[in-house]
């Protein structure tokens, strides 16, 4: 025996406000899903990413998203709507899945020898992922298709550089033209574990010699960090200034500290990019890999601070880590320094028990 469903909707009232009758609702009931399934199917990929890229625009113009961010953001949507443009001009947001994005990854990456790391992976998906987002916020679409493009969880350990691959990297650095500028910027980073960004951003004045401190500023809301200048990375910057034209360093310099410029007037910096291209070039001459980049110094100057006894929460604060989860990810060493740390303690208690035992 069927169940009756008792509601209290006067359906009939709802016709008479309408202007319909109960068998036009009933239909327009029943074409709701095909309705959005039609909308959903004639979307155009295109259309999405124009919108998507005027809406991180406005974000950035509300400081609501750093510029390096929506470059890194613009870049990679500019080459999937060139793509689309040439290969699949008439393709619907629904169409687009992980075999396309994959597709004009390994068109555009200049390493096809090496495949692309995790890394390089997740961030794109990420980024497709926040379209999908954007566009079924503005209701382009009846599901959430950002199940289709999945973030690869696989934990890495961070990659860092030994002793004599640092050297190496320096010798490297200061054979190449303007040696001595990119040797400092390697040694800079090795010694203060900025990112690129903060780099190229650093003022002379920034670099406070008679306080021995270092001011970082990041992103364009100049979130602002002070760090100890240690002595060796004092020592090669006021080495390098002198060279490049800066005899004497002083607080009234507003210049860039890395600049393309020689002598006192520093107006125009080093760029990211550039940097990224000497550190790969580097890199390779040595025989590093891909999991190996600009922020392996990063890497190298957490890892080395943990070594030397610096406490978790004084690395945080030098490293600009908002999260502590963050910085607990240099803990992790690598196989061979784990071993070497953990046998300095050798034997232990539960050693000595074991050699009587047997």
């Known amino acids: 025996m069927p169940i009756k469903k008792q509601t209290n909707i006067a359906y009939e009232g709802i016709c008479n406000e309408l202007g319909i009758t109960i068998d036009e609702l009933l239909k327009l009931v029943k074409n709701k899903d095909k309705h959005l399934s039609s909308c959903e199917e004639k979307i155009s990929l295109i259309q999405v990413i124009e919108e998507y890229v005027l809406y991180l625009k406005k974000l950035e113009k509300l400081n609501r998203r750093s510029s390096n961010t929506l470059v890194t953001y613009l870049n990679f949507l500019y080459r999937v709507k060139s793509f ?20 004009i990854l390994e068109n555009s990456n200049p390493r096809k020898d090496e495949g692309l790391s995790i890394h ?88 406070i ?6 001011l970082i500023r990041r992103g364009k809301r100049n979130k602002e960090r002070y760090i100890p200048m ?41 760029l990211e990019r550039s940097v990224q291209y000497l550190v790969r070039d580097l890199f390779d001459s040595i025989g590093l890999g891909k999991d190996f980049t600009v922020h392996s110094f990063r890497h190298t100057f957490a890892v080395k601070c943990l070594k030397s006894g610096i406490k978790e929460p004084y690395l945080m604060q030098m490293l600009g880590h908002e999260d502590p989860k963050t910085t607990a990810i ?17 034997p232990f208690p539960f050693e000595e028990l074991l050699g009587q035992l047997i």
Request: charged share 30%; proline share 2%; glycine share 6%.
């Open 209 to 214: 010699v008679d306080e021995n401190l270092i």
């Open 330 to 346: 240099y803990t992790k060493l690598l196989p061979k320094d784990l071993k070497e740390e953990v046998m300095k303690y050798y």
């Open 230 to 270: 240690f002595k060796e990375v004092k020592v090669a910057i006021l080495h390098y200034l002198k060279v490049s034209g800066v005899s004497e360093w002083n607080s009234d310099l507003k210049g860039y500290l890395f600049s393309q410029d020689e002598g006192l007037i520093r107006e125009k910096k080093v």
């Open 84 to 103: 689309v443009i040439s290969r699949k001009p008439k393709i619907t947001l629904s169409e687009l899945n992980e075999s396309i994005i994959f597709e």
């Open 120 to 207: 390089t992976v997740n961030k794109y998906m990420a980024i497709i992922r926040g379209m999908l987002g954007y566009a079924f916020e503005q209701g382009y679409t009846e599901k959430d298709l950002r199940y289709k493009f999945s973030i690869n969880t696989t934990s890495t350990l961070p990659r860092y550089l030994n002793d004599v691959q640092i050297e190496k990297v320096l010798k490297g650095a200061l054979q190449k033209t303007y040696g001595y500028r990119k040797r400092a910027m390697i040694l800079f980073l090795l010694g203060t574990g900025c990112r690129v960004s903060e780099l190229t951003n650093m003022k002379v004045s920034d670099f």
